[in-house]
């Protein structure tokens, strides 16, 4: 299994490559779509650990925060890992469904953050802040902790960095379908 995850991860590495190689130039709403939904089906495994069959939205909510305090953004990622998680729905039907919404809402706020000057250290932002996080018991992951945004993306997550013109696009064309 981490094999076919590897793998995945390196095809989307080559294919963000290869959308840097072509600098500026327009990426498809099927190219956009593939990046959120990949990233999507990261996040929710994630933070699967926290989920339990009847566990409700806030007591899943509750096992993740602890008493951080997570942005929309943030909230809504964990809402949409929620849904997946308890729909039962395996890596494959979210990348087949996943509309990308709750992904390009994180990349949004992390965009404003970095617009704005303010430093992006580890996404952990999105979610109330490393420091509230690392404070709560049930807030745990093996090689990244589940609230680490760029960790869970890392594969990728320089080329993001460097190219937030690609993902403005990625912003338009999952809001605004253009």
């Not at 990949?38 to 566990?55: E, I």
């Not at 096992?63 to 949409?80: H, I, R, S």
């Not at 997946?84 to 729905?89: A, E, H, V």
Request: hydrophobic residues 45%; contains cysteine; glycine residues 8%.
């Amino acid at each position: 299994m981490k094999t076919k995850m590897k793998n995945l991860l390196f095809a989307i590495v080559l294919f963000c490559s290869s959308l840097g190689v072509t600098a500026q130039s327009n990426i498809t709403a099927n190219e956009a779509k593939a990046i959120t939904a990949n990233v999507m089906a990261d996040f929710t495994k994630s933070v699967a650990y926290a989920y339990d069959k009847c566990v409700t939205l806030d007591e899943f909510k509750m096992k993740l925060y602890g008493k951080a305090t997570p942005t929309a953004a943030g909230d809504g990622l964990v809402e949409a890992a929620y849904l997946y998680l308890s729909g039962g729905k395996g890596r494959e039907e979210i990348l087949e469904k996943d509309n990308g919404i709750a992904v390009a809402r994180a990349f949004r706020y992390l965009y404003d953050q970095h617009k704005q000057g303010n430093v992006i250290a580890d996404g952990s932002e999105l979610f109330g802040g490393k420091d509230d996080l690392e404070s709560n018991p049930e807030a745990r992951a093996a090689d990244c902790k589940w609230y680490q945004f760029w960790c869970l993306v890392e594969n990728f997550a320089n080329w993001v960095v460097q190219n937030w013109q690609i993902i403005h696009e990625i912003l338009i064309i999952i809001f605004y379908g253009l």
